[in-house]
């Protein structure tokens, strides 16, 4: 959700920039601009659309001067997503510049009271107001205090926000503020930059500041300065990126998603990498969570969305099965609006790819302030919602740059199940050999997807074959209904097609009326070990659709002669443990969604409407 870059330095800033914002491209890709400071000299340019359009403007035509440079990828909440509204915007008098990723909820008010000391407006966004307060607050002061300025500014705002600010009475220096907002520092050689990620200048560094909650940086090309919201020195987190650039290319890929499904077997093996102790115990090294705790603890509520909540209510099963706990999943953006009981015996895990989501974070904190324990599984160093949580388990899926999430899902799997397992070992609730047994699977699992990926060109030919469909539906029972739930959601966001995922037993209750003759049913079906009785089921709700007309699409283990009879495309898996299937069963139904995507000329990295990560409620 909007991607931010700003470079001090001797590099040509503007270049910095832009290739800063298209490594953030995935962020927002409504509109994208920059702003550049040369002496007293600010120039702005701006455009509508992806940042293609505004290389185009800038390669048309150049600014007259470089400098320091800030630049902005937009994904709109406050105005429609046109060049005027895209950032930077700037005051009357053209002398500040400000770019801003959040919302700020007062700016209503704030608008008003500017337009009565005569500011005038030229966008209907909320971003506008902080450009006129820091220009008039500027004014005030008299003394071209940027950071200061800008303190006092955001001591006035309510909302959301990364704020990022130039003045051309101080041009060597970028201002920038943070709130519920992410913002990174790059510290270079006589250089620095910020970012709201660090992919926008892992090219140029790799040393990175974490900034904290309501800090304001001041960044000059030697220097970094960071305080608090008062103008007292404030403590920051270093840190090194254990990932180069090369990570966030596409090697050779013409999609990122392409990418990123091929390197799942990678990311799996790395985030159950050194999980397990010379003694043959599950140690969770980052769980700072100690025994006596994870032993009081009656309840686990799982709070994410999208992909990730599909994560969580598959681990629901497992966490249930194994350690005895009751669980409940639920959407982050209804938590805390339903007044949840919780209390200090409540494990709350919120999973969330980028730890960025605002719905996720705004539960997280409720559930802190509740008394819960919050643990976090989380796939970004650093971001807001590890830092906000009791414990955190990071995957290791690497930097996930597609906005559809695919490594970082089957990663999220990976780390529910340790955490089921170590809460089933801490709480004795499985004799070491069982867990170790379980634990011996999971480290299968990272062959057993890359055989997967080595038999799905069959689900391609079949996706392009169905590119004309206008509905797919989708069902499961037991972990096959969450990863059908999945398989849908990666084709509504990729395919722009109305696809939708009942549990197969719920069908005859009602949706069992959309099936009509050639409608493609996708059946993930069970296996055939442990739950036999579920395959049954589903065997028979199989036949039920396909008496009705379906076309069923059947995902299912190698040699599951039982429901070939009803399959119009049988689409085999390796057979692995029920509750491990999702590992493997996801992975056809994201290559179908990708795949259908592309036939239908879709941009599969940046859908549209859609952001990578959701920084507004
Ligand atoms: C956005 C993305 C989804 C993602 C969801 C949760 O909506 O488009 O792909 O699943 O956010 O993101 P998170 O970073 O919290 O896992």
Redesign the pocket.
């Known amino acids: 959700m909007c991607g931010i870059v700003g470079y001090v330095g001797p590099q040509p800033a503007l270049e910095v920039v832009v290739d800063g914002l298209a490594r953030l491209e995935y962020r927002g890709y409504d509109s994208a601009g920059v702003a550049v400071l040369d002496g007293g000299t600010l120039q702005t340019e701006k455009r509508a659309g992806k940042l293609a359009n505004l290389r185009r403007a800038l390669e048309a035509s150049p600014p007259a001067a470089d400098g320091i440079g800030i630049g902005h990828t937009r994904w709109a909440t406050h105005g429609a997503p046109n060049d005027v509204n895209a950032h930077p915007h700037v005051d009357g008098e053209r002398r500040v510049a400000v770019i801003h990723n959040g919302i700020i909820e007062n700016f209503a008010a704030l608008r008003v009271e500017l337009e009565e000391r005569g500011c005038k407006f030229t966008s209907e966004t909320d971003t506008e107001v902080a450009a006129h307060l820091l220009s008039t607050e500027l004014k005030d002061r008299g003394d071209g205090d940027l950071a200061a300025a800008m303190r006092a500014v955001c001591r006035r705002l309510e909302g959301a926000f990364t704020l990022v600010a130039m003045y051309a009475g101080d041009p060597d220096l970028i201002v920038a503020a943070r709130r519920n907002s992410p913002l990174v520092v790059g510290r270079g050689d006589g250089e620095n930059f910020l970012a709201s990620d660090v992919a926008a200048f892992i090219a140029h560094t790799r040393d990175a500041v974490e900034l904290g909650q309501d800090q304001v940086v001041e960044l000059r090309a030697g220097d970094v300065r960071v305080t608090d919201y008062d103008g007292a020195p404030a403590p920051v987190r270093e840190y090194h990126v254990d990932w180069d650039a090369s990570a966030a290319e596409k090697g050779g890929y013409e999609y990122f998603m392409l990418k990123e499904i091929v390197e799942q077997p990678r990311a799996l093996a790395d985030t159950l990498l050194g999980r397990v102790a010379a003694d043959g115990t599950l140690t969770l090294d980052e769980m700072r969570l100690d025994g006596a705790e994870l032993r009081e603890i009656h309840k686990i509520v799982i709070i994410?969305?999208?992909?990730?909540?599909h994560a969580g209510m598959i681990a629901k099963y497992a966490i249930e099965h194994w350690c005895r706990i009751p669980c409940e999943v639920e959407v982050a953006s209804e938590f805390r609006y339903r007044d949840p009981i919780l209390d200090r015996q409540t494990l709350v895990i919120a999973?969330?790819?980028?730890?960025?989501?605002m719905d996720?974070l705004m539960a997280v904190r409720y559930a802190r302030e509740q008394r819960a324990r919050v643990l976090a599984i989380c796939n970004v160093n650093g971001s807001t919602i590890p830092r906000e949580s009791d414990a955190v388990l990071y995957t290791h899926a690497g930097p996930e740059v597609g906005?559809?999430?695919t490594k970082?899902f089957l990663t999220q799997l990976a780390a529910c199940y340790l955490v089921g397992l170590y809460l089933a070992q801490v709480r004795g609730h499985k004799y070491g050999d069982e867990i170790n047994a379980v634990i011996g699977q999971l480290a299968h699992m990272p062959e057993q997807v890359e055989k997967v990926l080595g038999t799905v060109d069959p689900v391609r030919a079949l996706a392009r074959s169905l590119a004309g469909a206008d509905t797919v539906l989708f069902l499961g029972r037991h972990v096959g209904f969450p990863v059908a739930m999945e398989g849908a959601l990666k084709l509504k966001?990729l395919a722009y097609m109305h696809a939708e995922a009942f549990a197969a037993g719920e069908l005859k209750h009602g949706p069992i009326a959309l099936i009509e003759d050639g409608l493609p049913v996708v059946v993930v079906v069970p296996s055939r070990e442990g739950r036999g009785v579920l395959h049954d089921k589903i065997v028979s709700n199989i036949q039920e659709i396909r008496a009705r007309g379906a076309r069923t699409v059947v995902i299912a283990e190698e040699g599951d002669e039982a429901v070939r009879p009803f399959a119009d495309e049988l689409v085999e898996i390796p057979a692995v443990p029920t509750l491990l299937q999702p590992i493997v069963s996801t992975v056809p139904l994201q290559v179908f969604a990708c795949e259908l995507a592309l036939a239908k000329g879709n941009d599969v990295d940046q859908p549209r409407n859609?952001?990578?990560?959701?920084t507004v409620e």
């Open positions: 994410a969305c999208g992909t990730s909540y999973i969330s790819q980028s730890g960025e989501s996720t906005v559809a999430a970082t966001e859609l952001a990578k990560s959701v």
